[in-house]
């Protein structure tokens, strides 16, 4: 595959992502990178979003069996399950990045780019609103769909300066990371209350959670795909024939699932909650 190889970001995040607040289930998982172009795909990157993919069908079955009291347990205060979370929403926006880059060096044009951002904003708001007529008082505001549309359009001029982009990226995680909860010292870093209007907790700056069922700020997650930036400069500079290698390496139905992410990010919840239902009652 030539240098000019480019990967159709093809990650969703959409109907059941990361829960956070009451409900709080689980990993987010994109994710459709708003970059698809012509350009012919890495195998590669394809095959990495479809594990990521599996990964958060398999938080999602555990979060469905905790829902329905098959299994008990705490999906909010868990180490193991707040880290496979984190582990999950990282993988998909790093990739998100990666594409992004992937985009660029094959010429993307603006009108495909657009589509892109259109298809995964409609399938953004089609999420809060399921949500909203199934939580009408935890729906989901600012997911990871959301995210990744409003990452993808802020993280585009920064494509053609990777180290810049890491430079903001790593500034971003750290400050998210530090500022926006209740318990931390020194004050200064407990959050802003302005940020707790339900139109800005979008930032990430808040000084609690919002009640959400779906919540990937841009702070931290930003500074993620930025991150993924730089990732894919390294790898398209560096690490191209490492990258060939996996490409070859990679079992075939992964890389359908990265290539279909959105559409199974969408359709697996309502999939596997209707079987429970049907199962279990």
């Known amino acids: ?16 992502g990361v829960k956070t607040g009451r409900h709080a289930a689980a990993a987010s998982a994109p994710v459709a990178t708003v970059t698809s172009g012509s350009a012919r795909r890495v195998d590669a990157v394809d095959a990495l979003r479809g594990s990521a993919i599996c990964m958060m069908i398999a938080y999602h ?45 094959a010429g ?6 657009w589509r892109r951002i259109a298809l995964v904003g409609a399938c953004a708001l089609l999420v809060t609103a399921g ?15 959301h995210c990744i549309v409003v990452s993808s359009i802020l993280g585009w001029p920064l494509v053609r300066f990777p180290r810049a982009a890491l430079i903001v990226g790593i500034v971003l995680i750290v400050a998210g990371s530090s500022i ?10 407990r959050g802003v209350a302005l940020f707790d209007l339900p139109w800005l907790n979008w930032v ?12 990937v700020p841009l702070l931290p997650w930003f500074g993620v795909v930025l991150v993924g930036i730089a990732v894919g400069w390294w790898v398209v500079e560096r690490r191209l024939r ?40």
């Open 108 to 113: 993307i044009s603006p009108k495909r780019f």
């Open 180 to 189: 926006g909860t209740t318990l931390v010292d020194p004050p200064w870093l």
């Open 242 to 281: 490492a990258s060939q290698r996996v490409s070859h390496a990679s079992a075939q139905w992964l890389i359908w699932l990265g290539r279909h992410s959105l559409l199974v990010y969408m359709v697996h919840q309502p999939i596997m909650i209707g079987i429970l239902r049907v199962l279990h009652g």
């Open 1 to 16: 595959m030539s240098r000019r190889a480019h990967n159709r970001d093809h990650t969703a995040r959409g109907n059941a």
């Open 61 to 105: 079955a555990a979060f469905d069996l905790n829902w329905f009291h098959i299994i008990s347990t705490d999906f909010n205060h868990n180490p193991f399950w707040l880290g496979f979370r984190d582990l999950i929403v990282s993988s998909f926006l790093l990739l998100v990045g990666v594409s992004l880059v992937l985009a660029q060096r």
């Open 131 to 145: 949500s909203y007529a199934a939580f009408p008082t935890t729906f989901i505001t600012f997911g990871i769909l």
């Open 204 to 215: 990430g700056l808040m000084t609690h959670r919002p009640a959400t069922e779906d919540y």
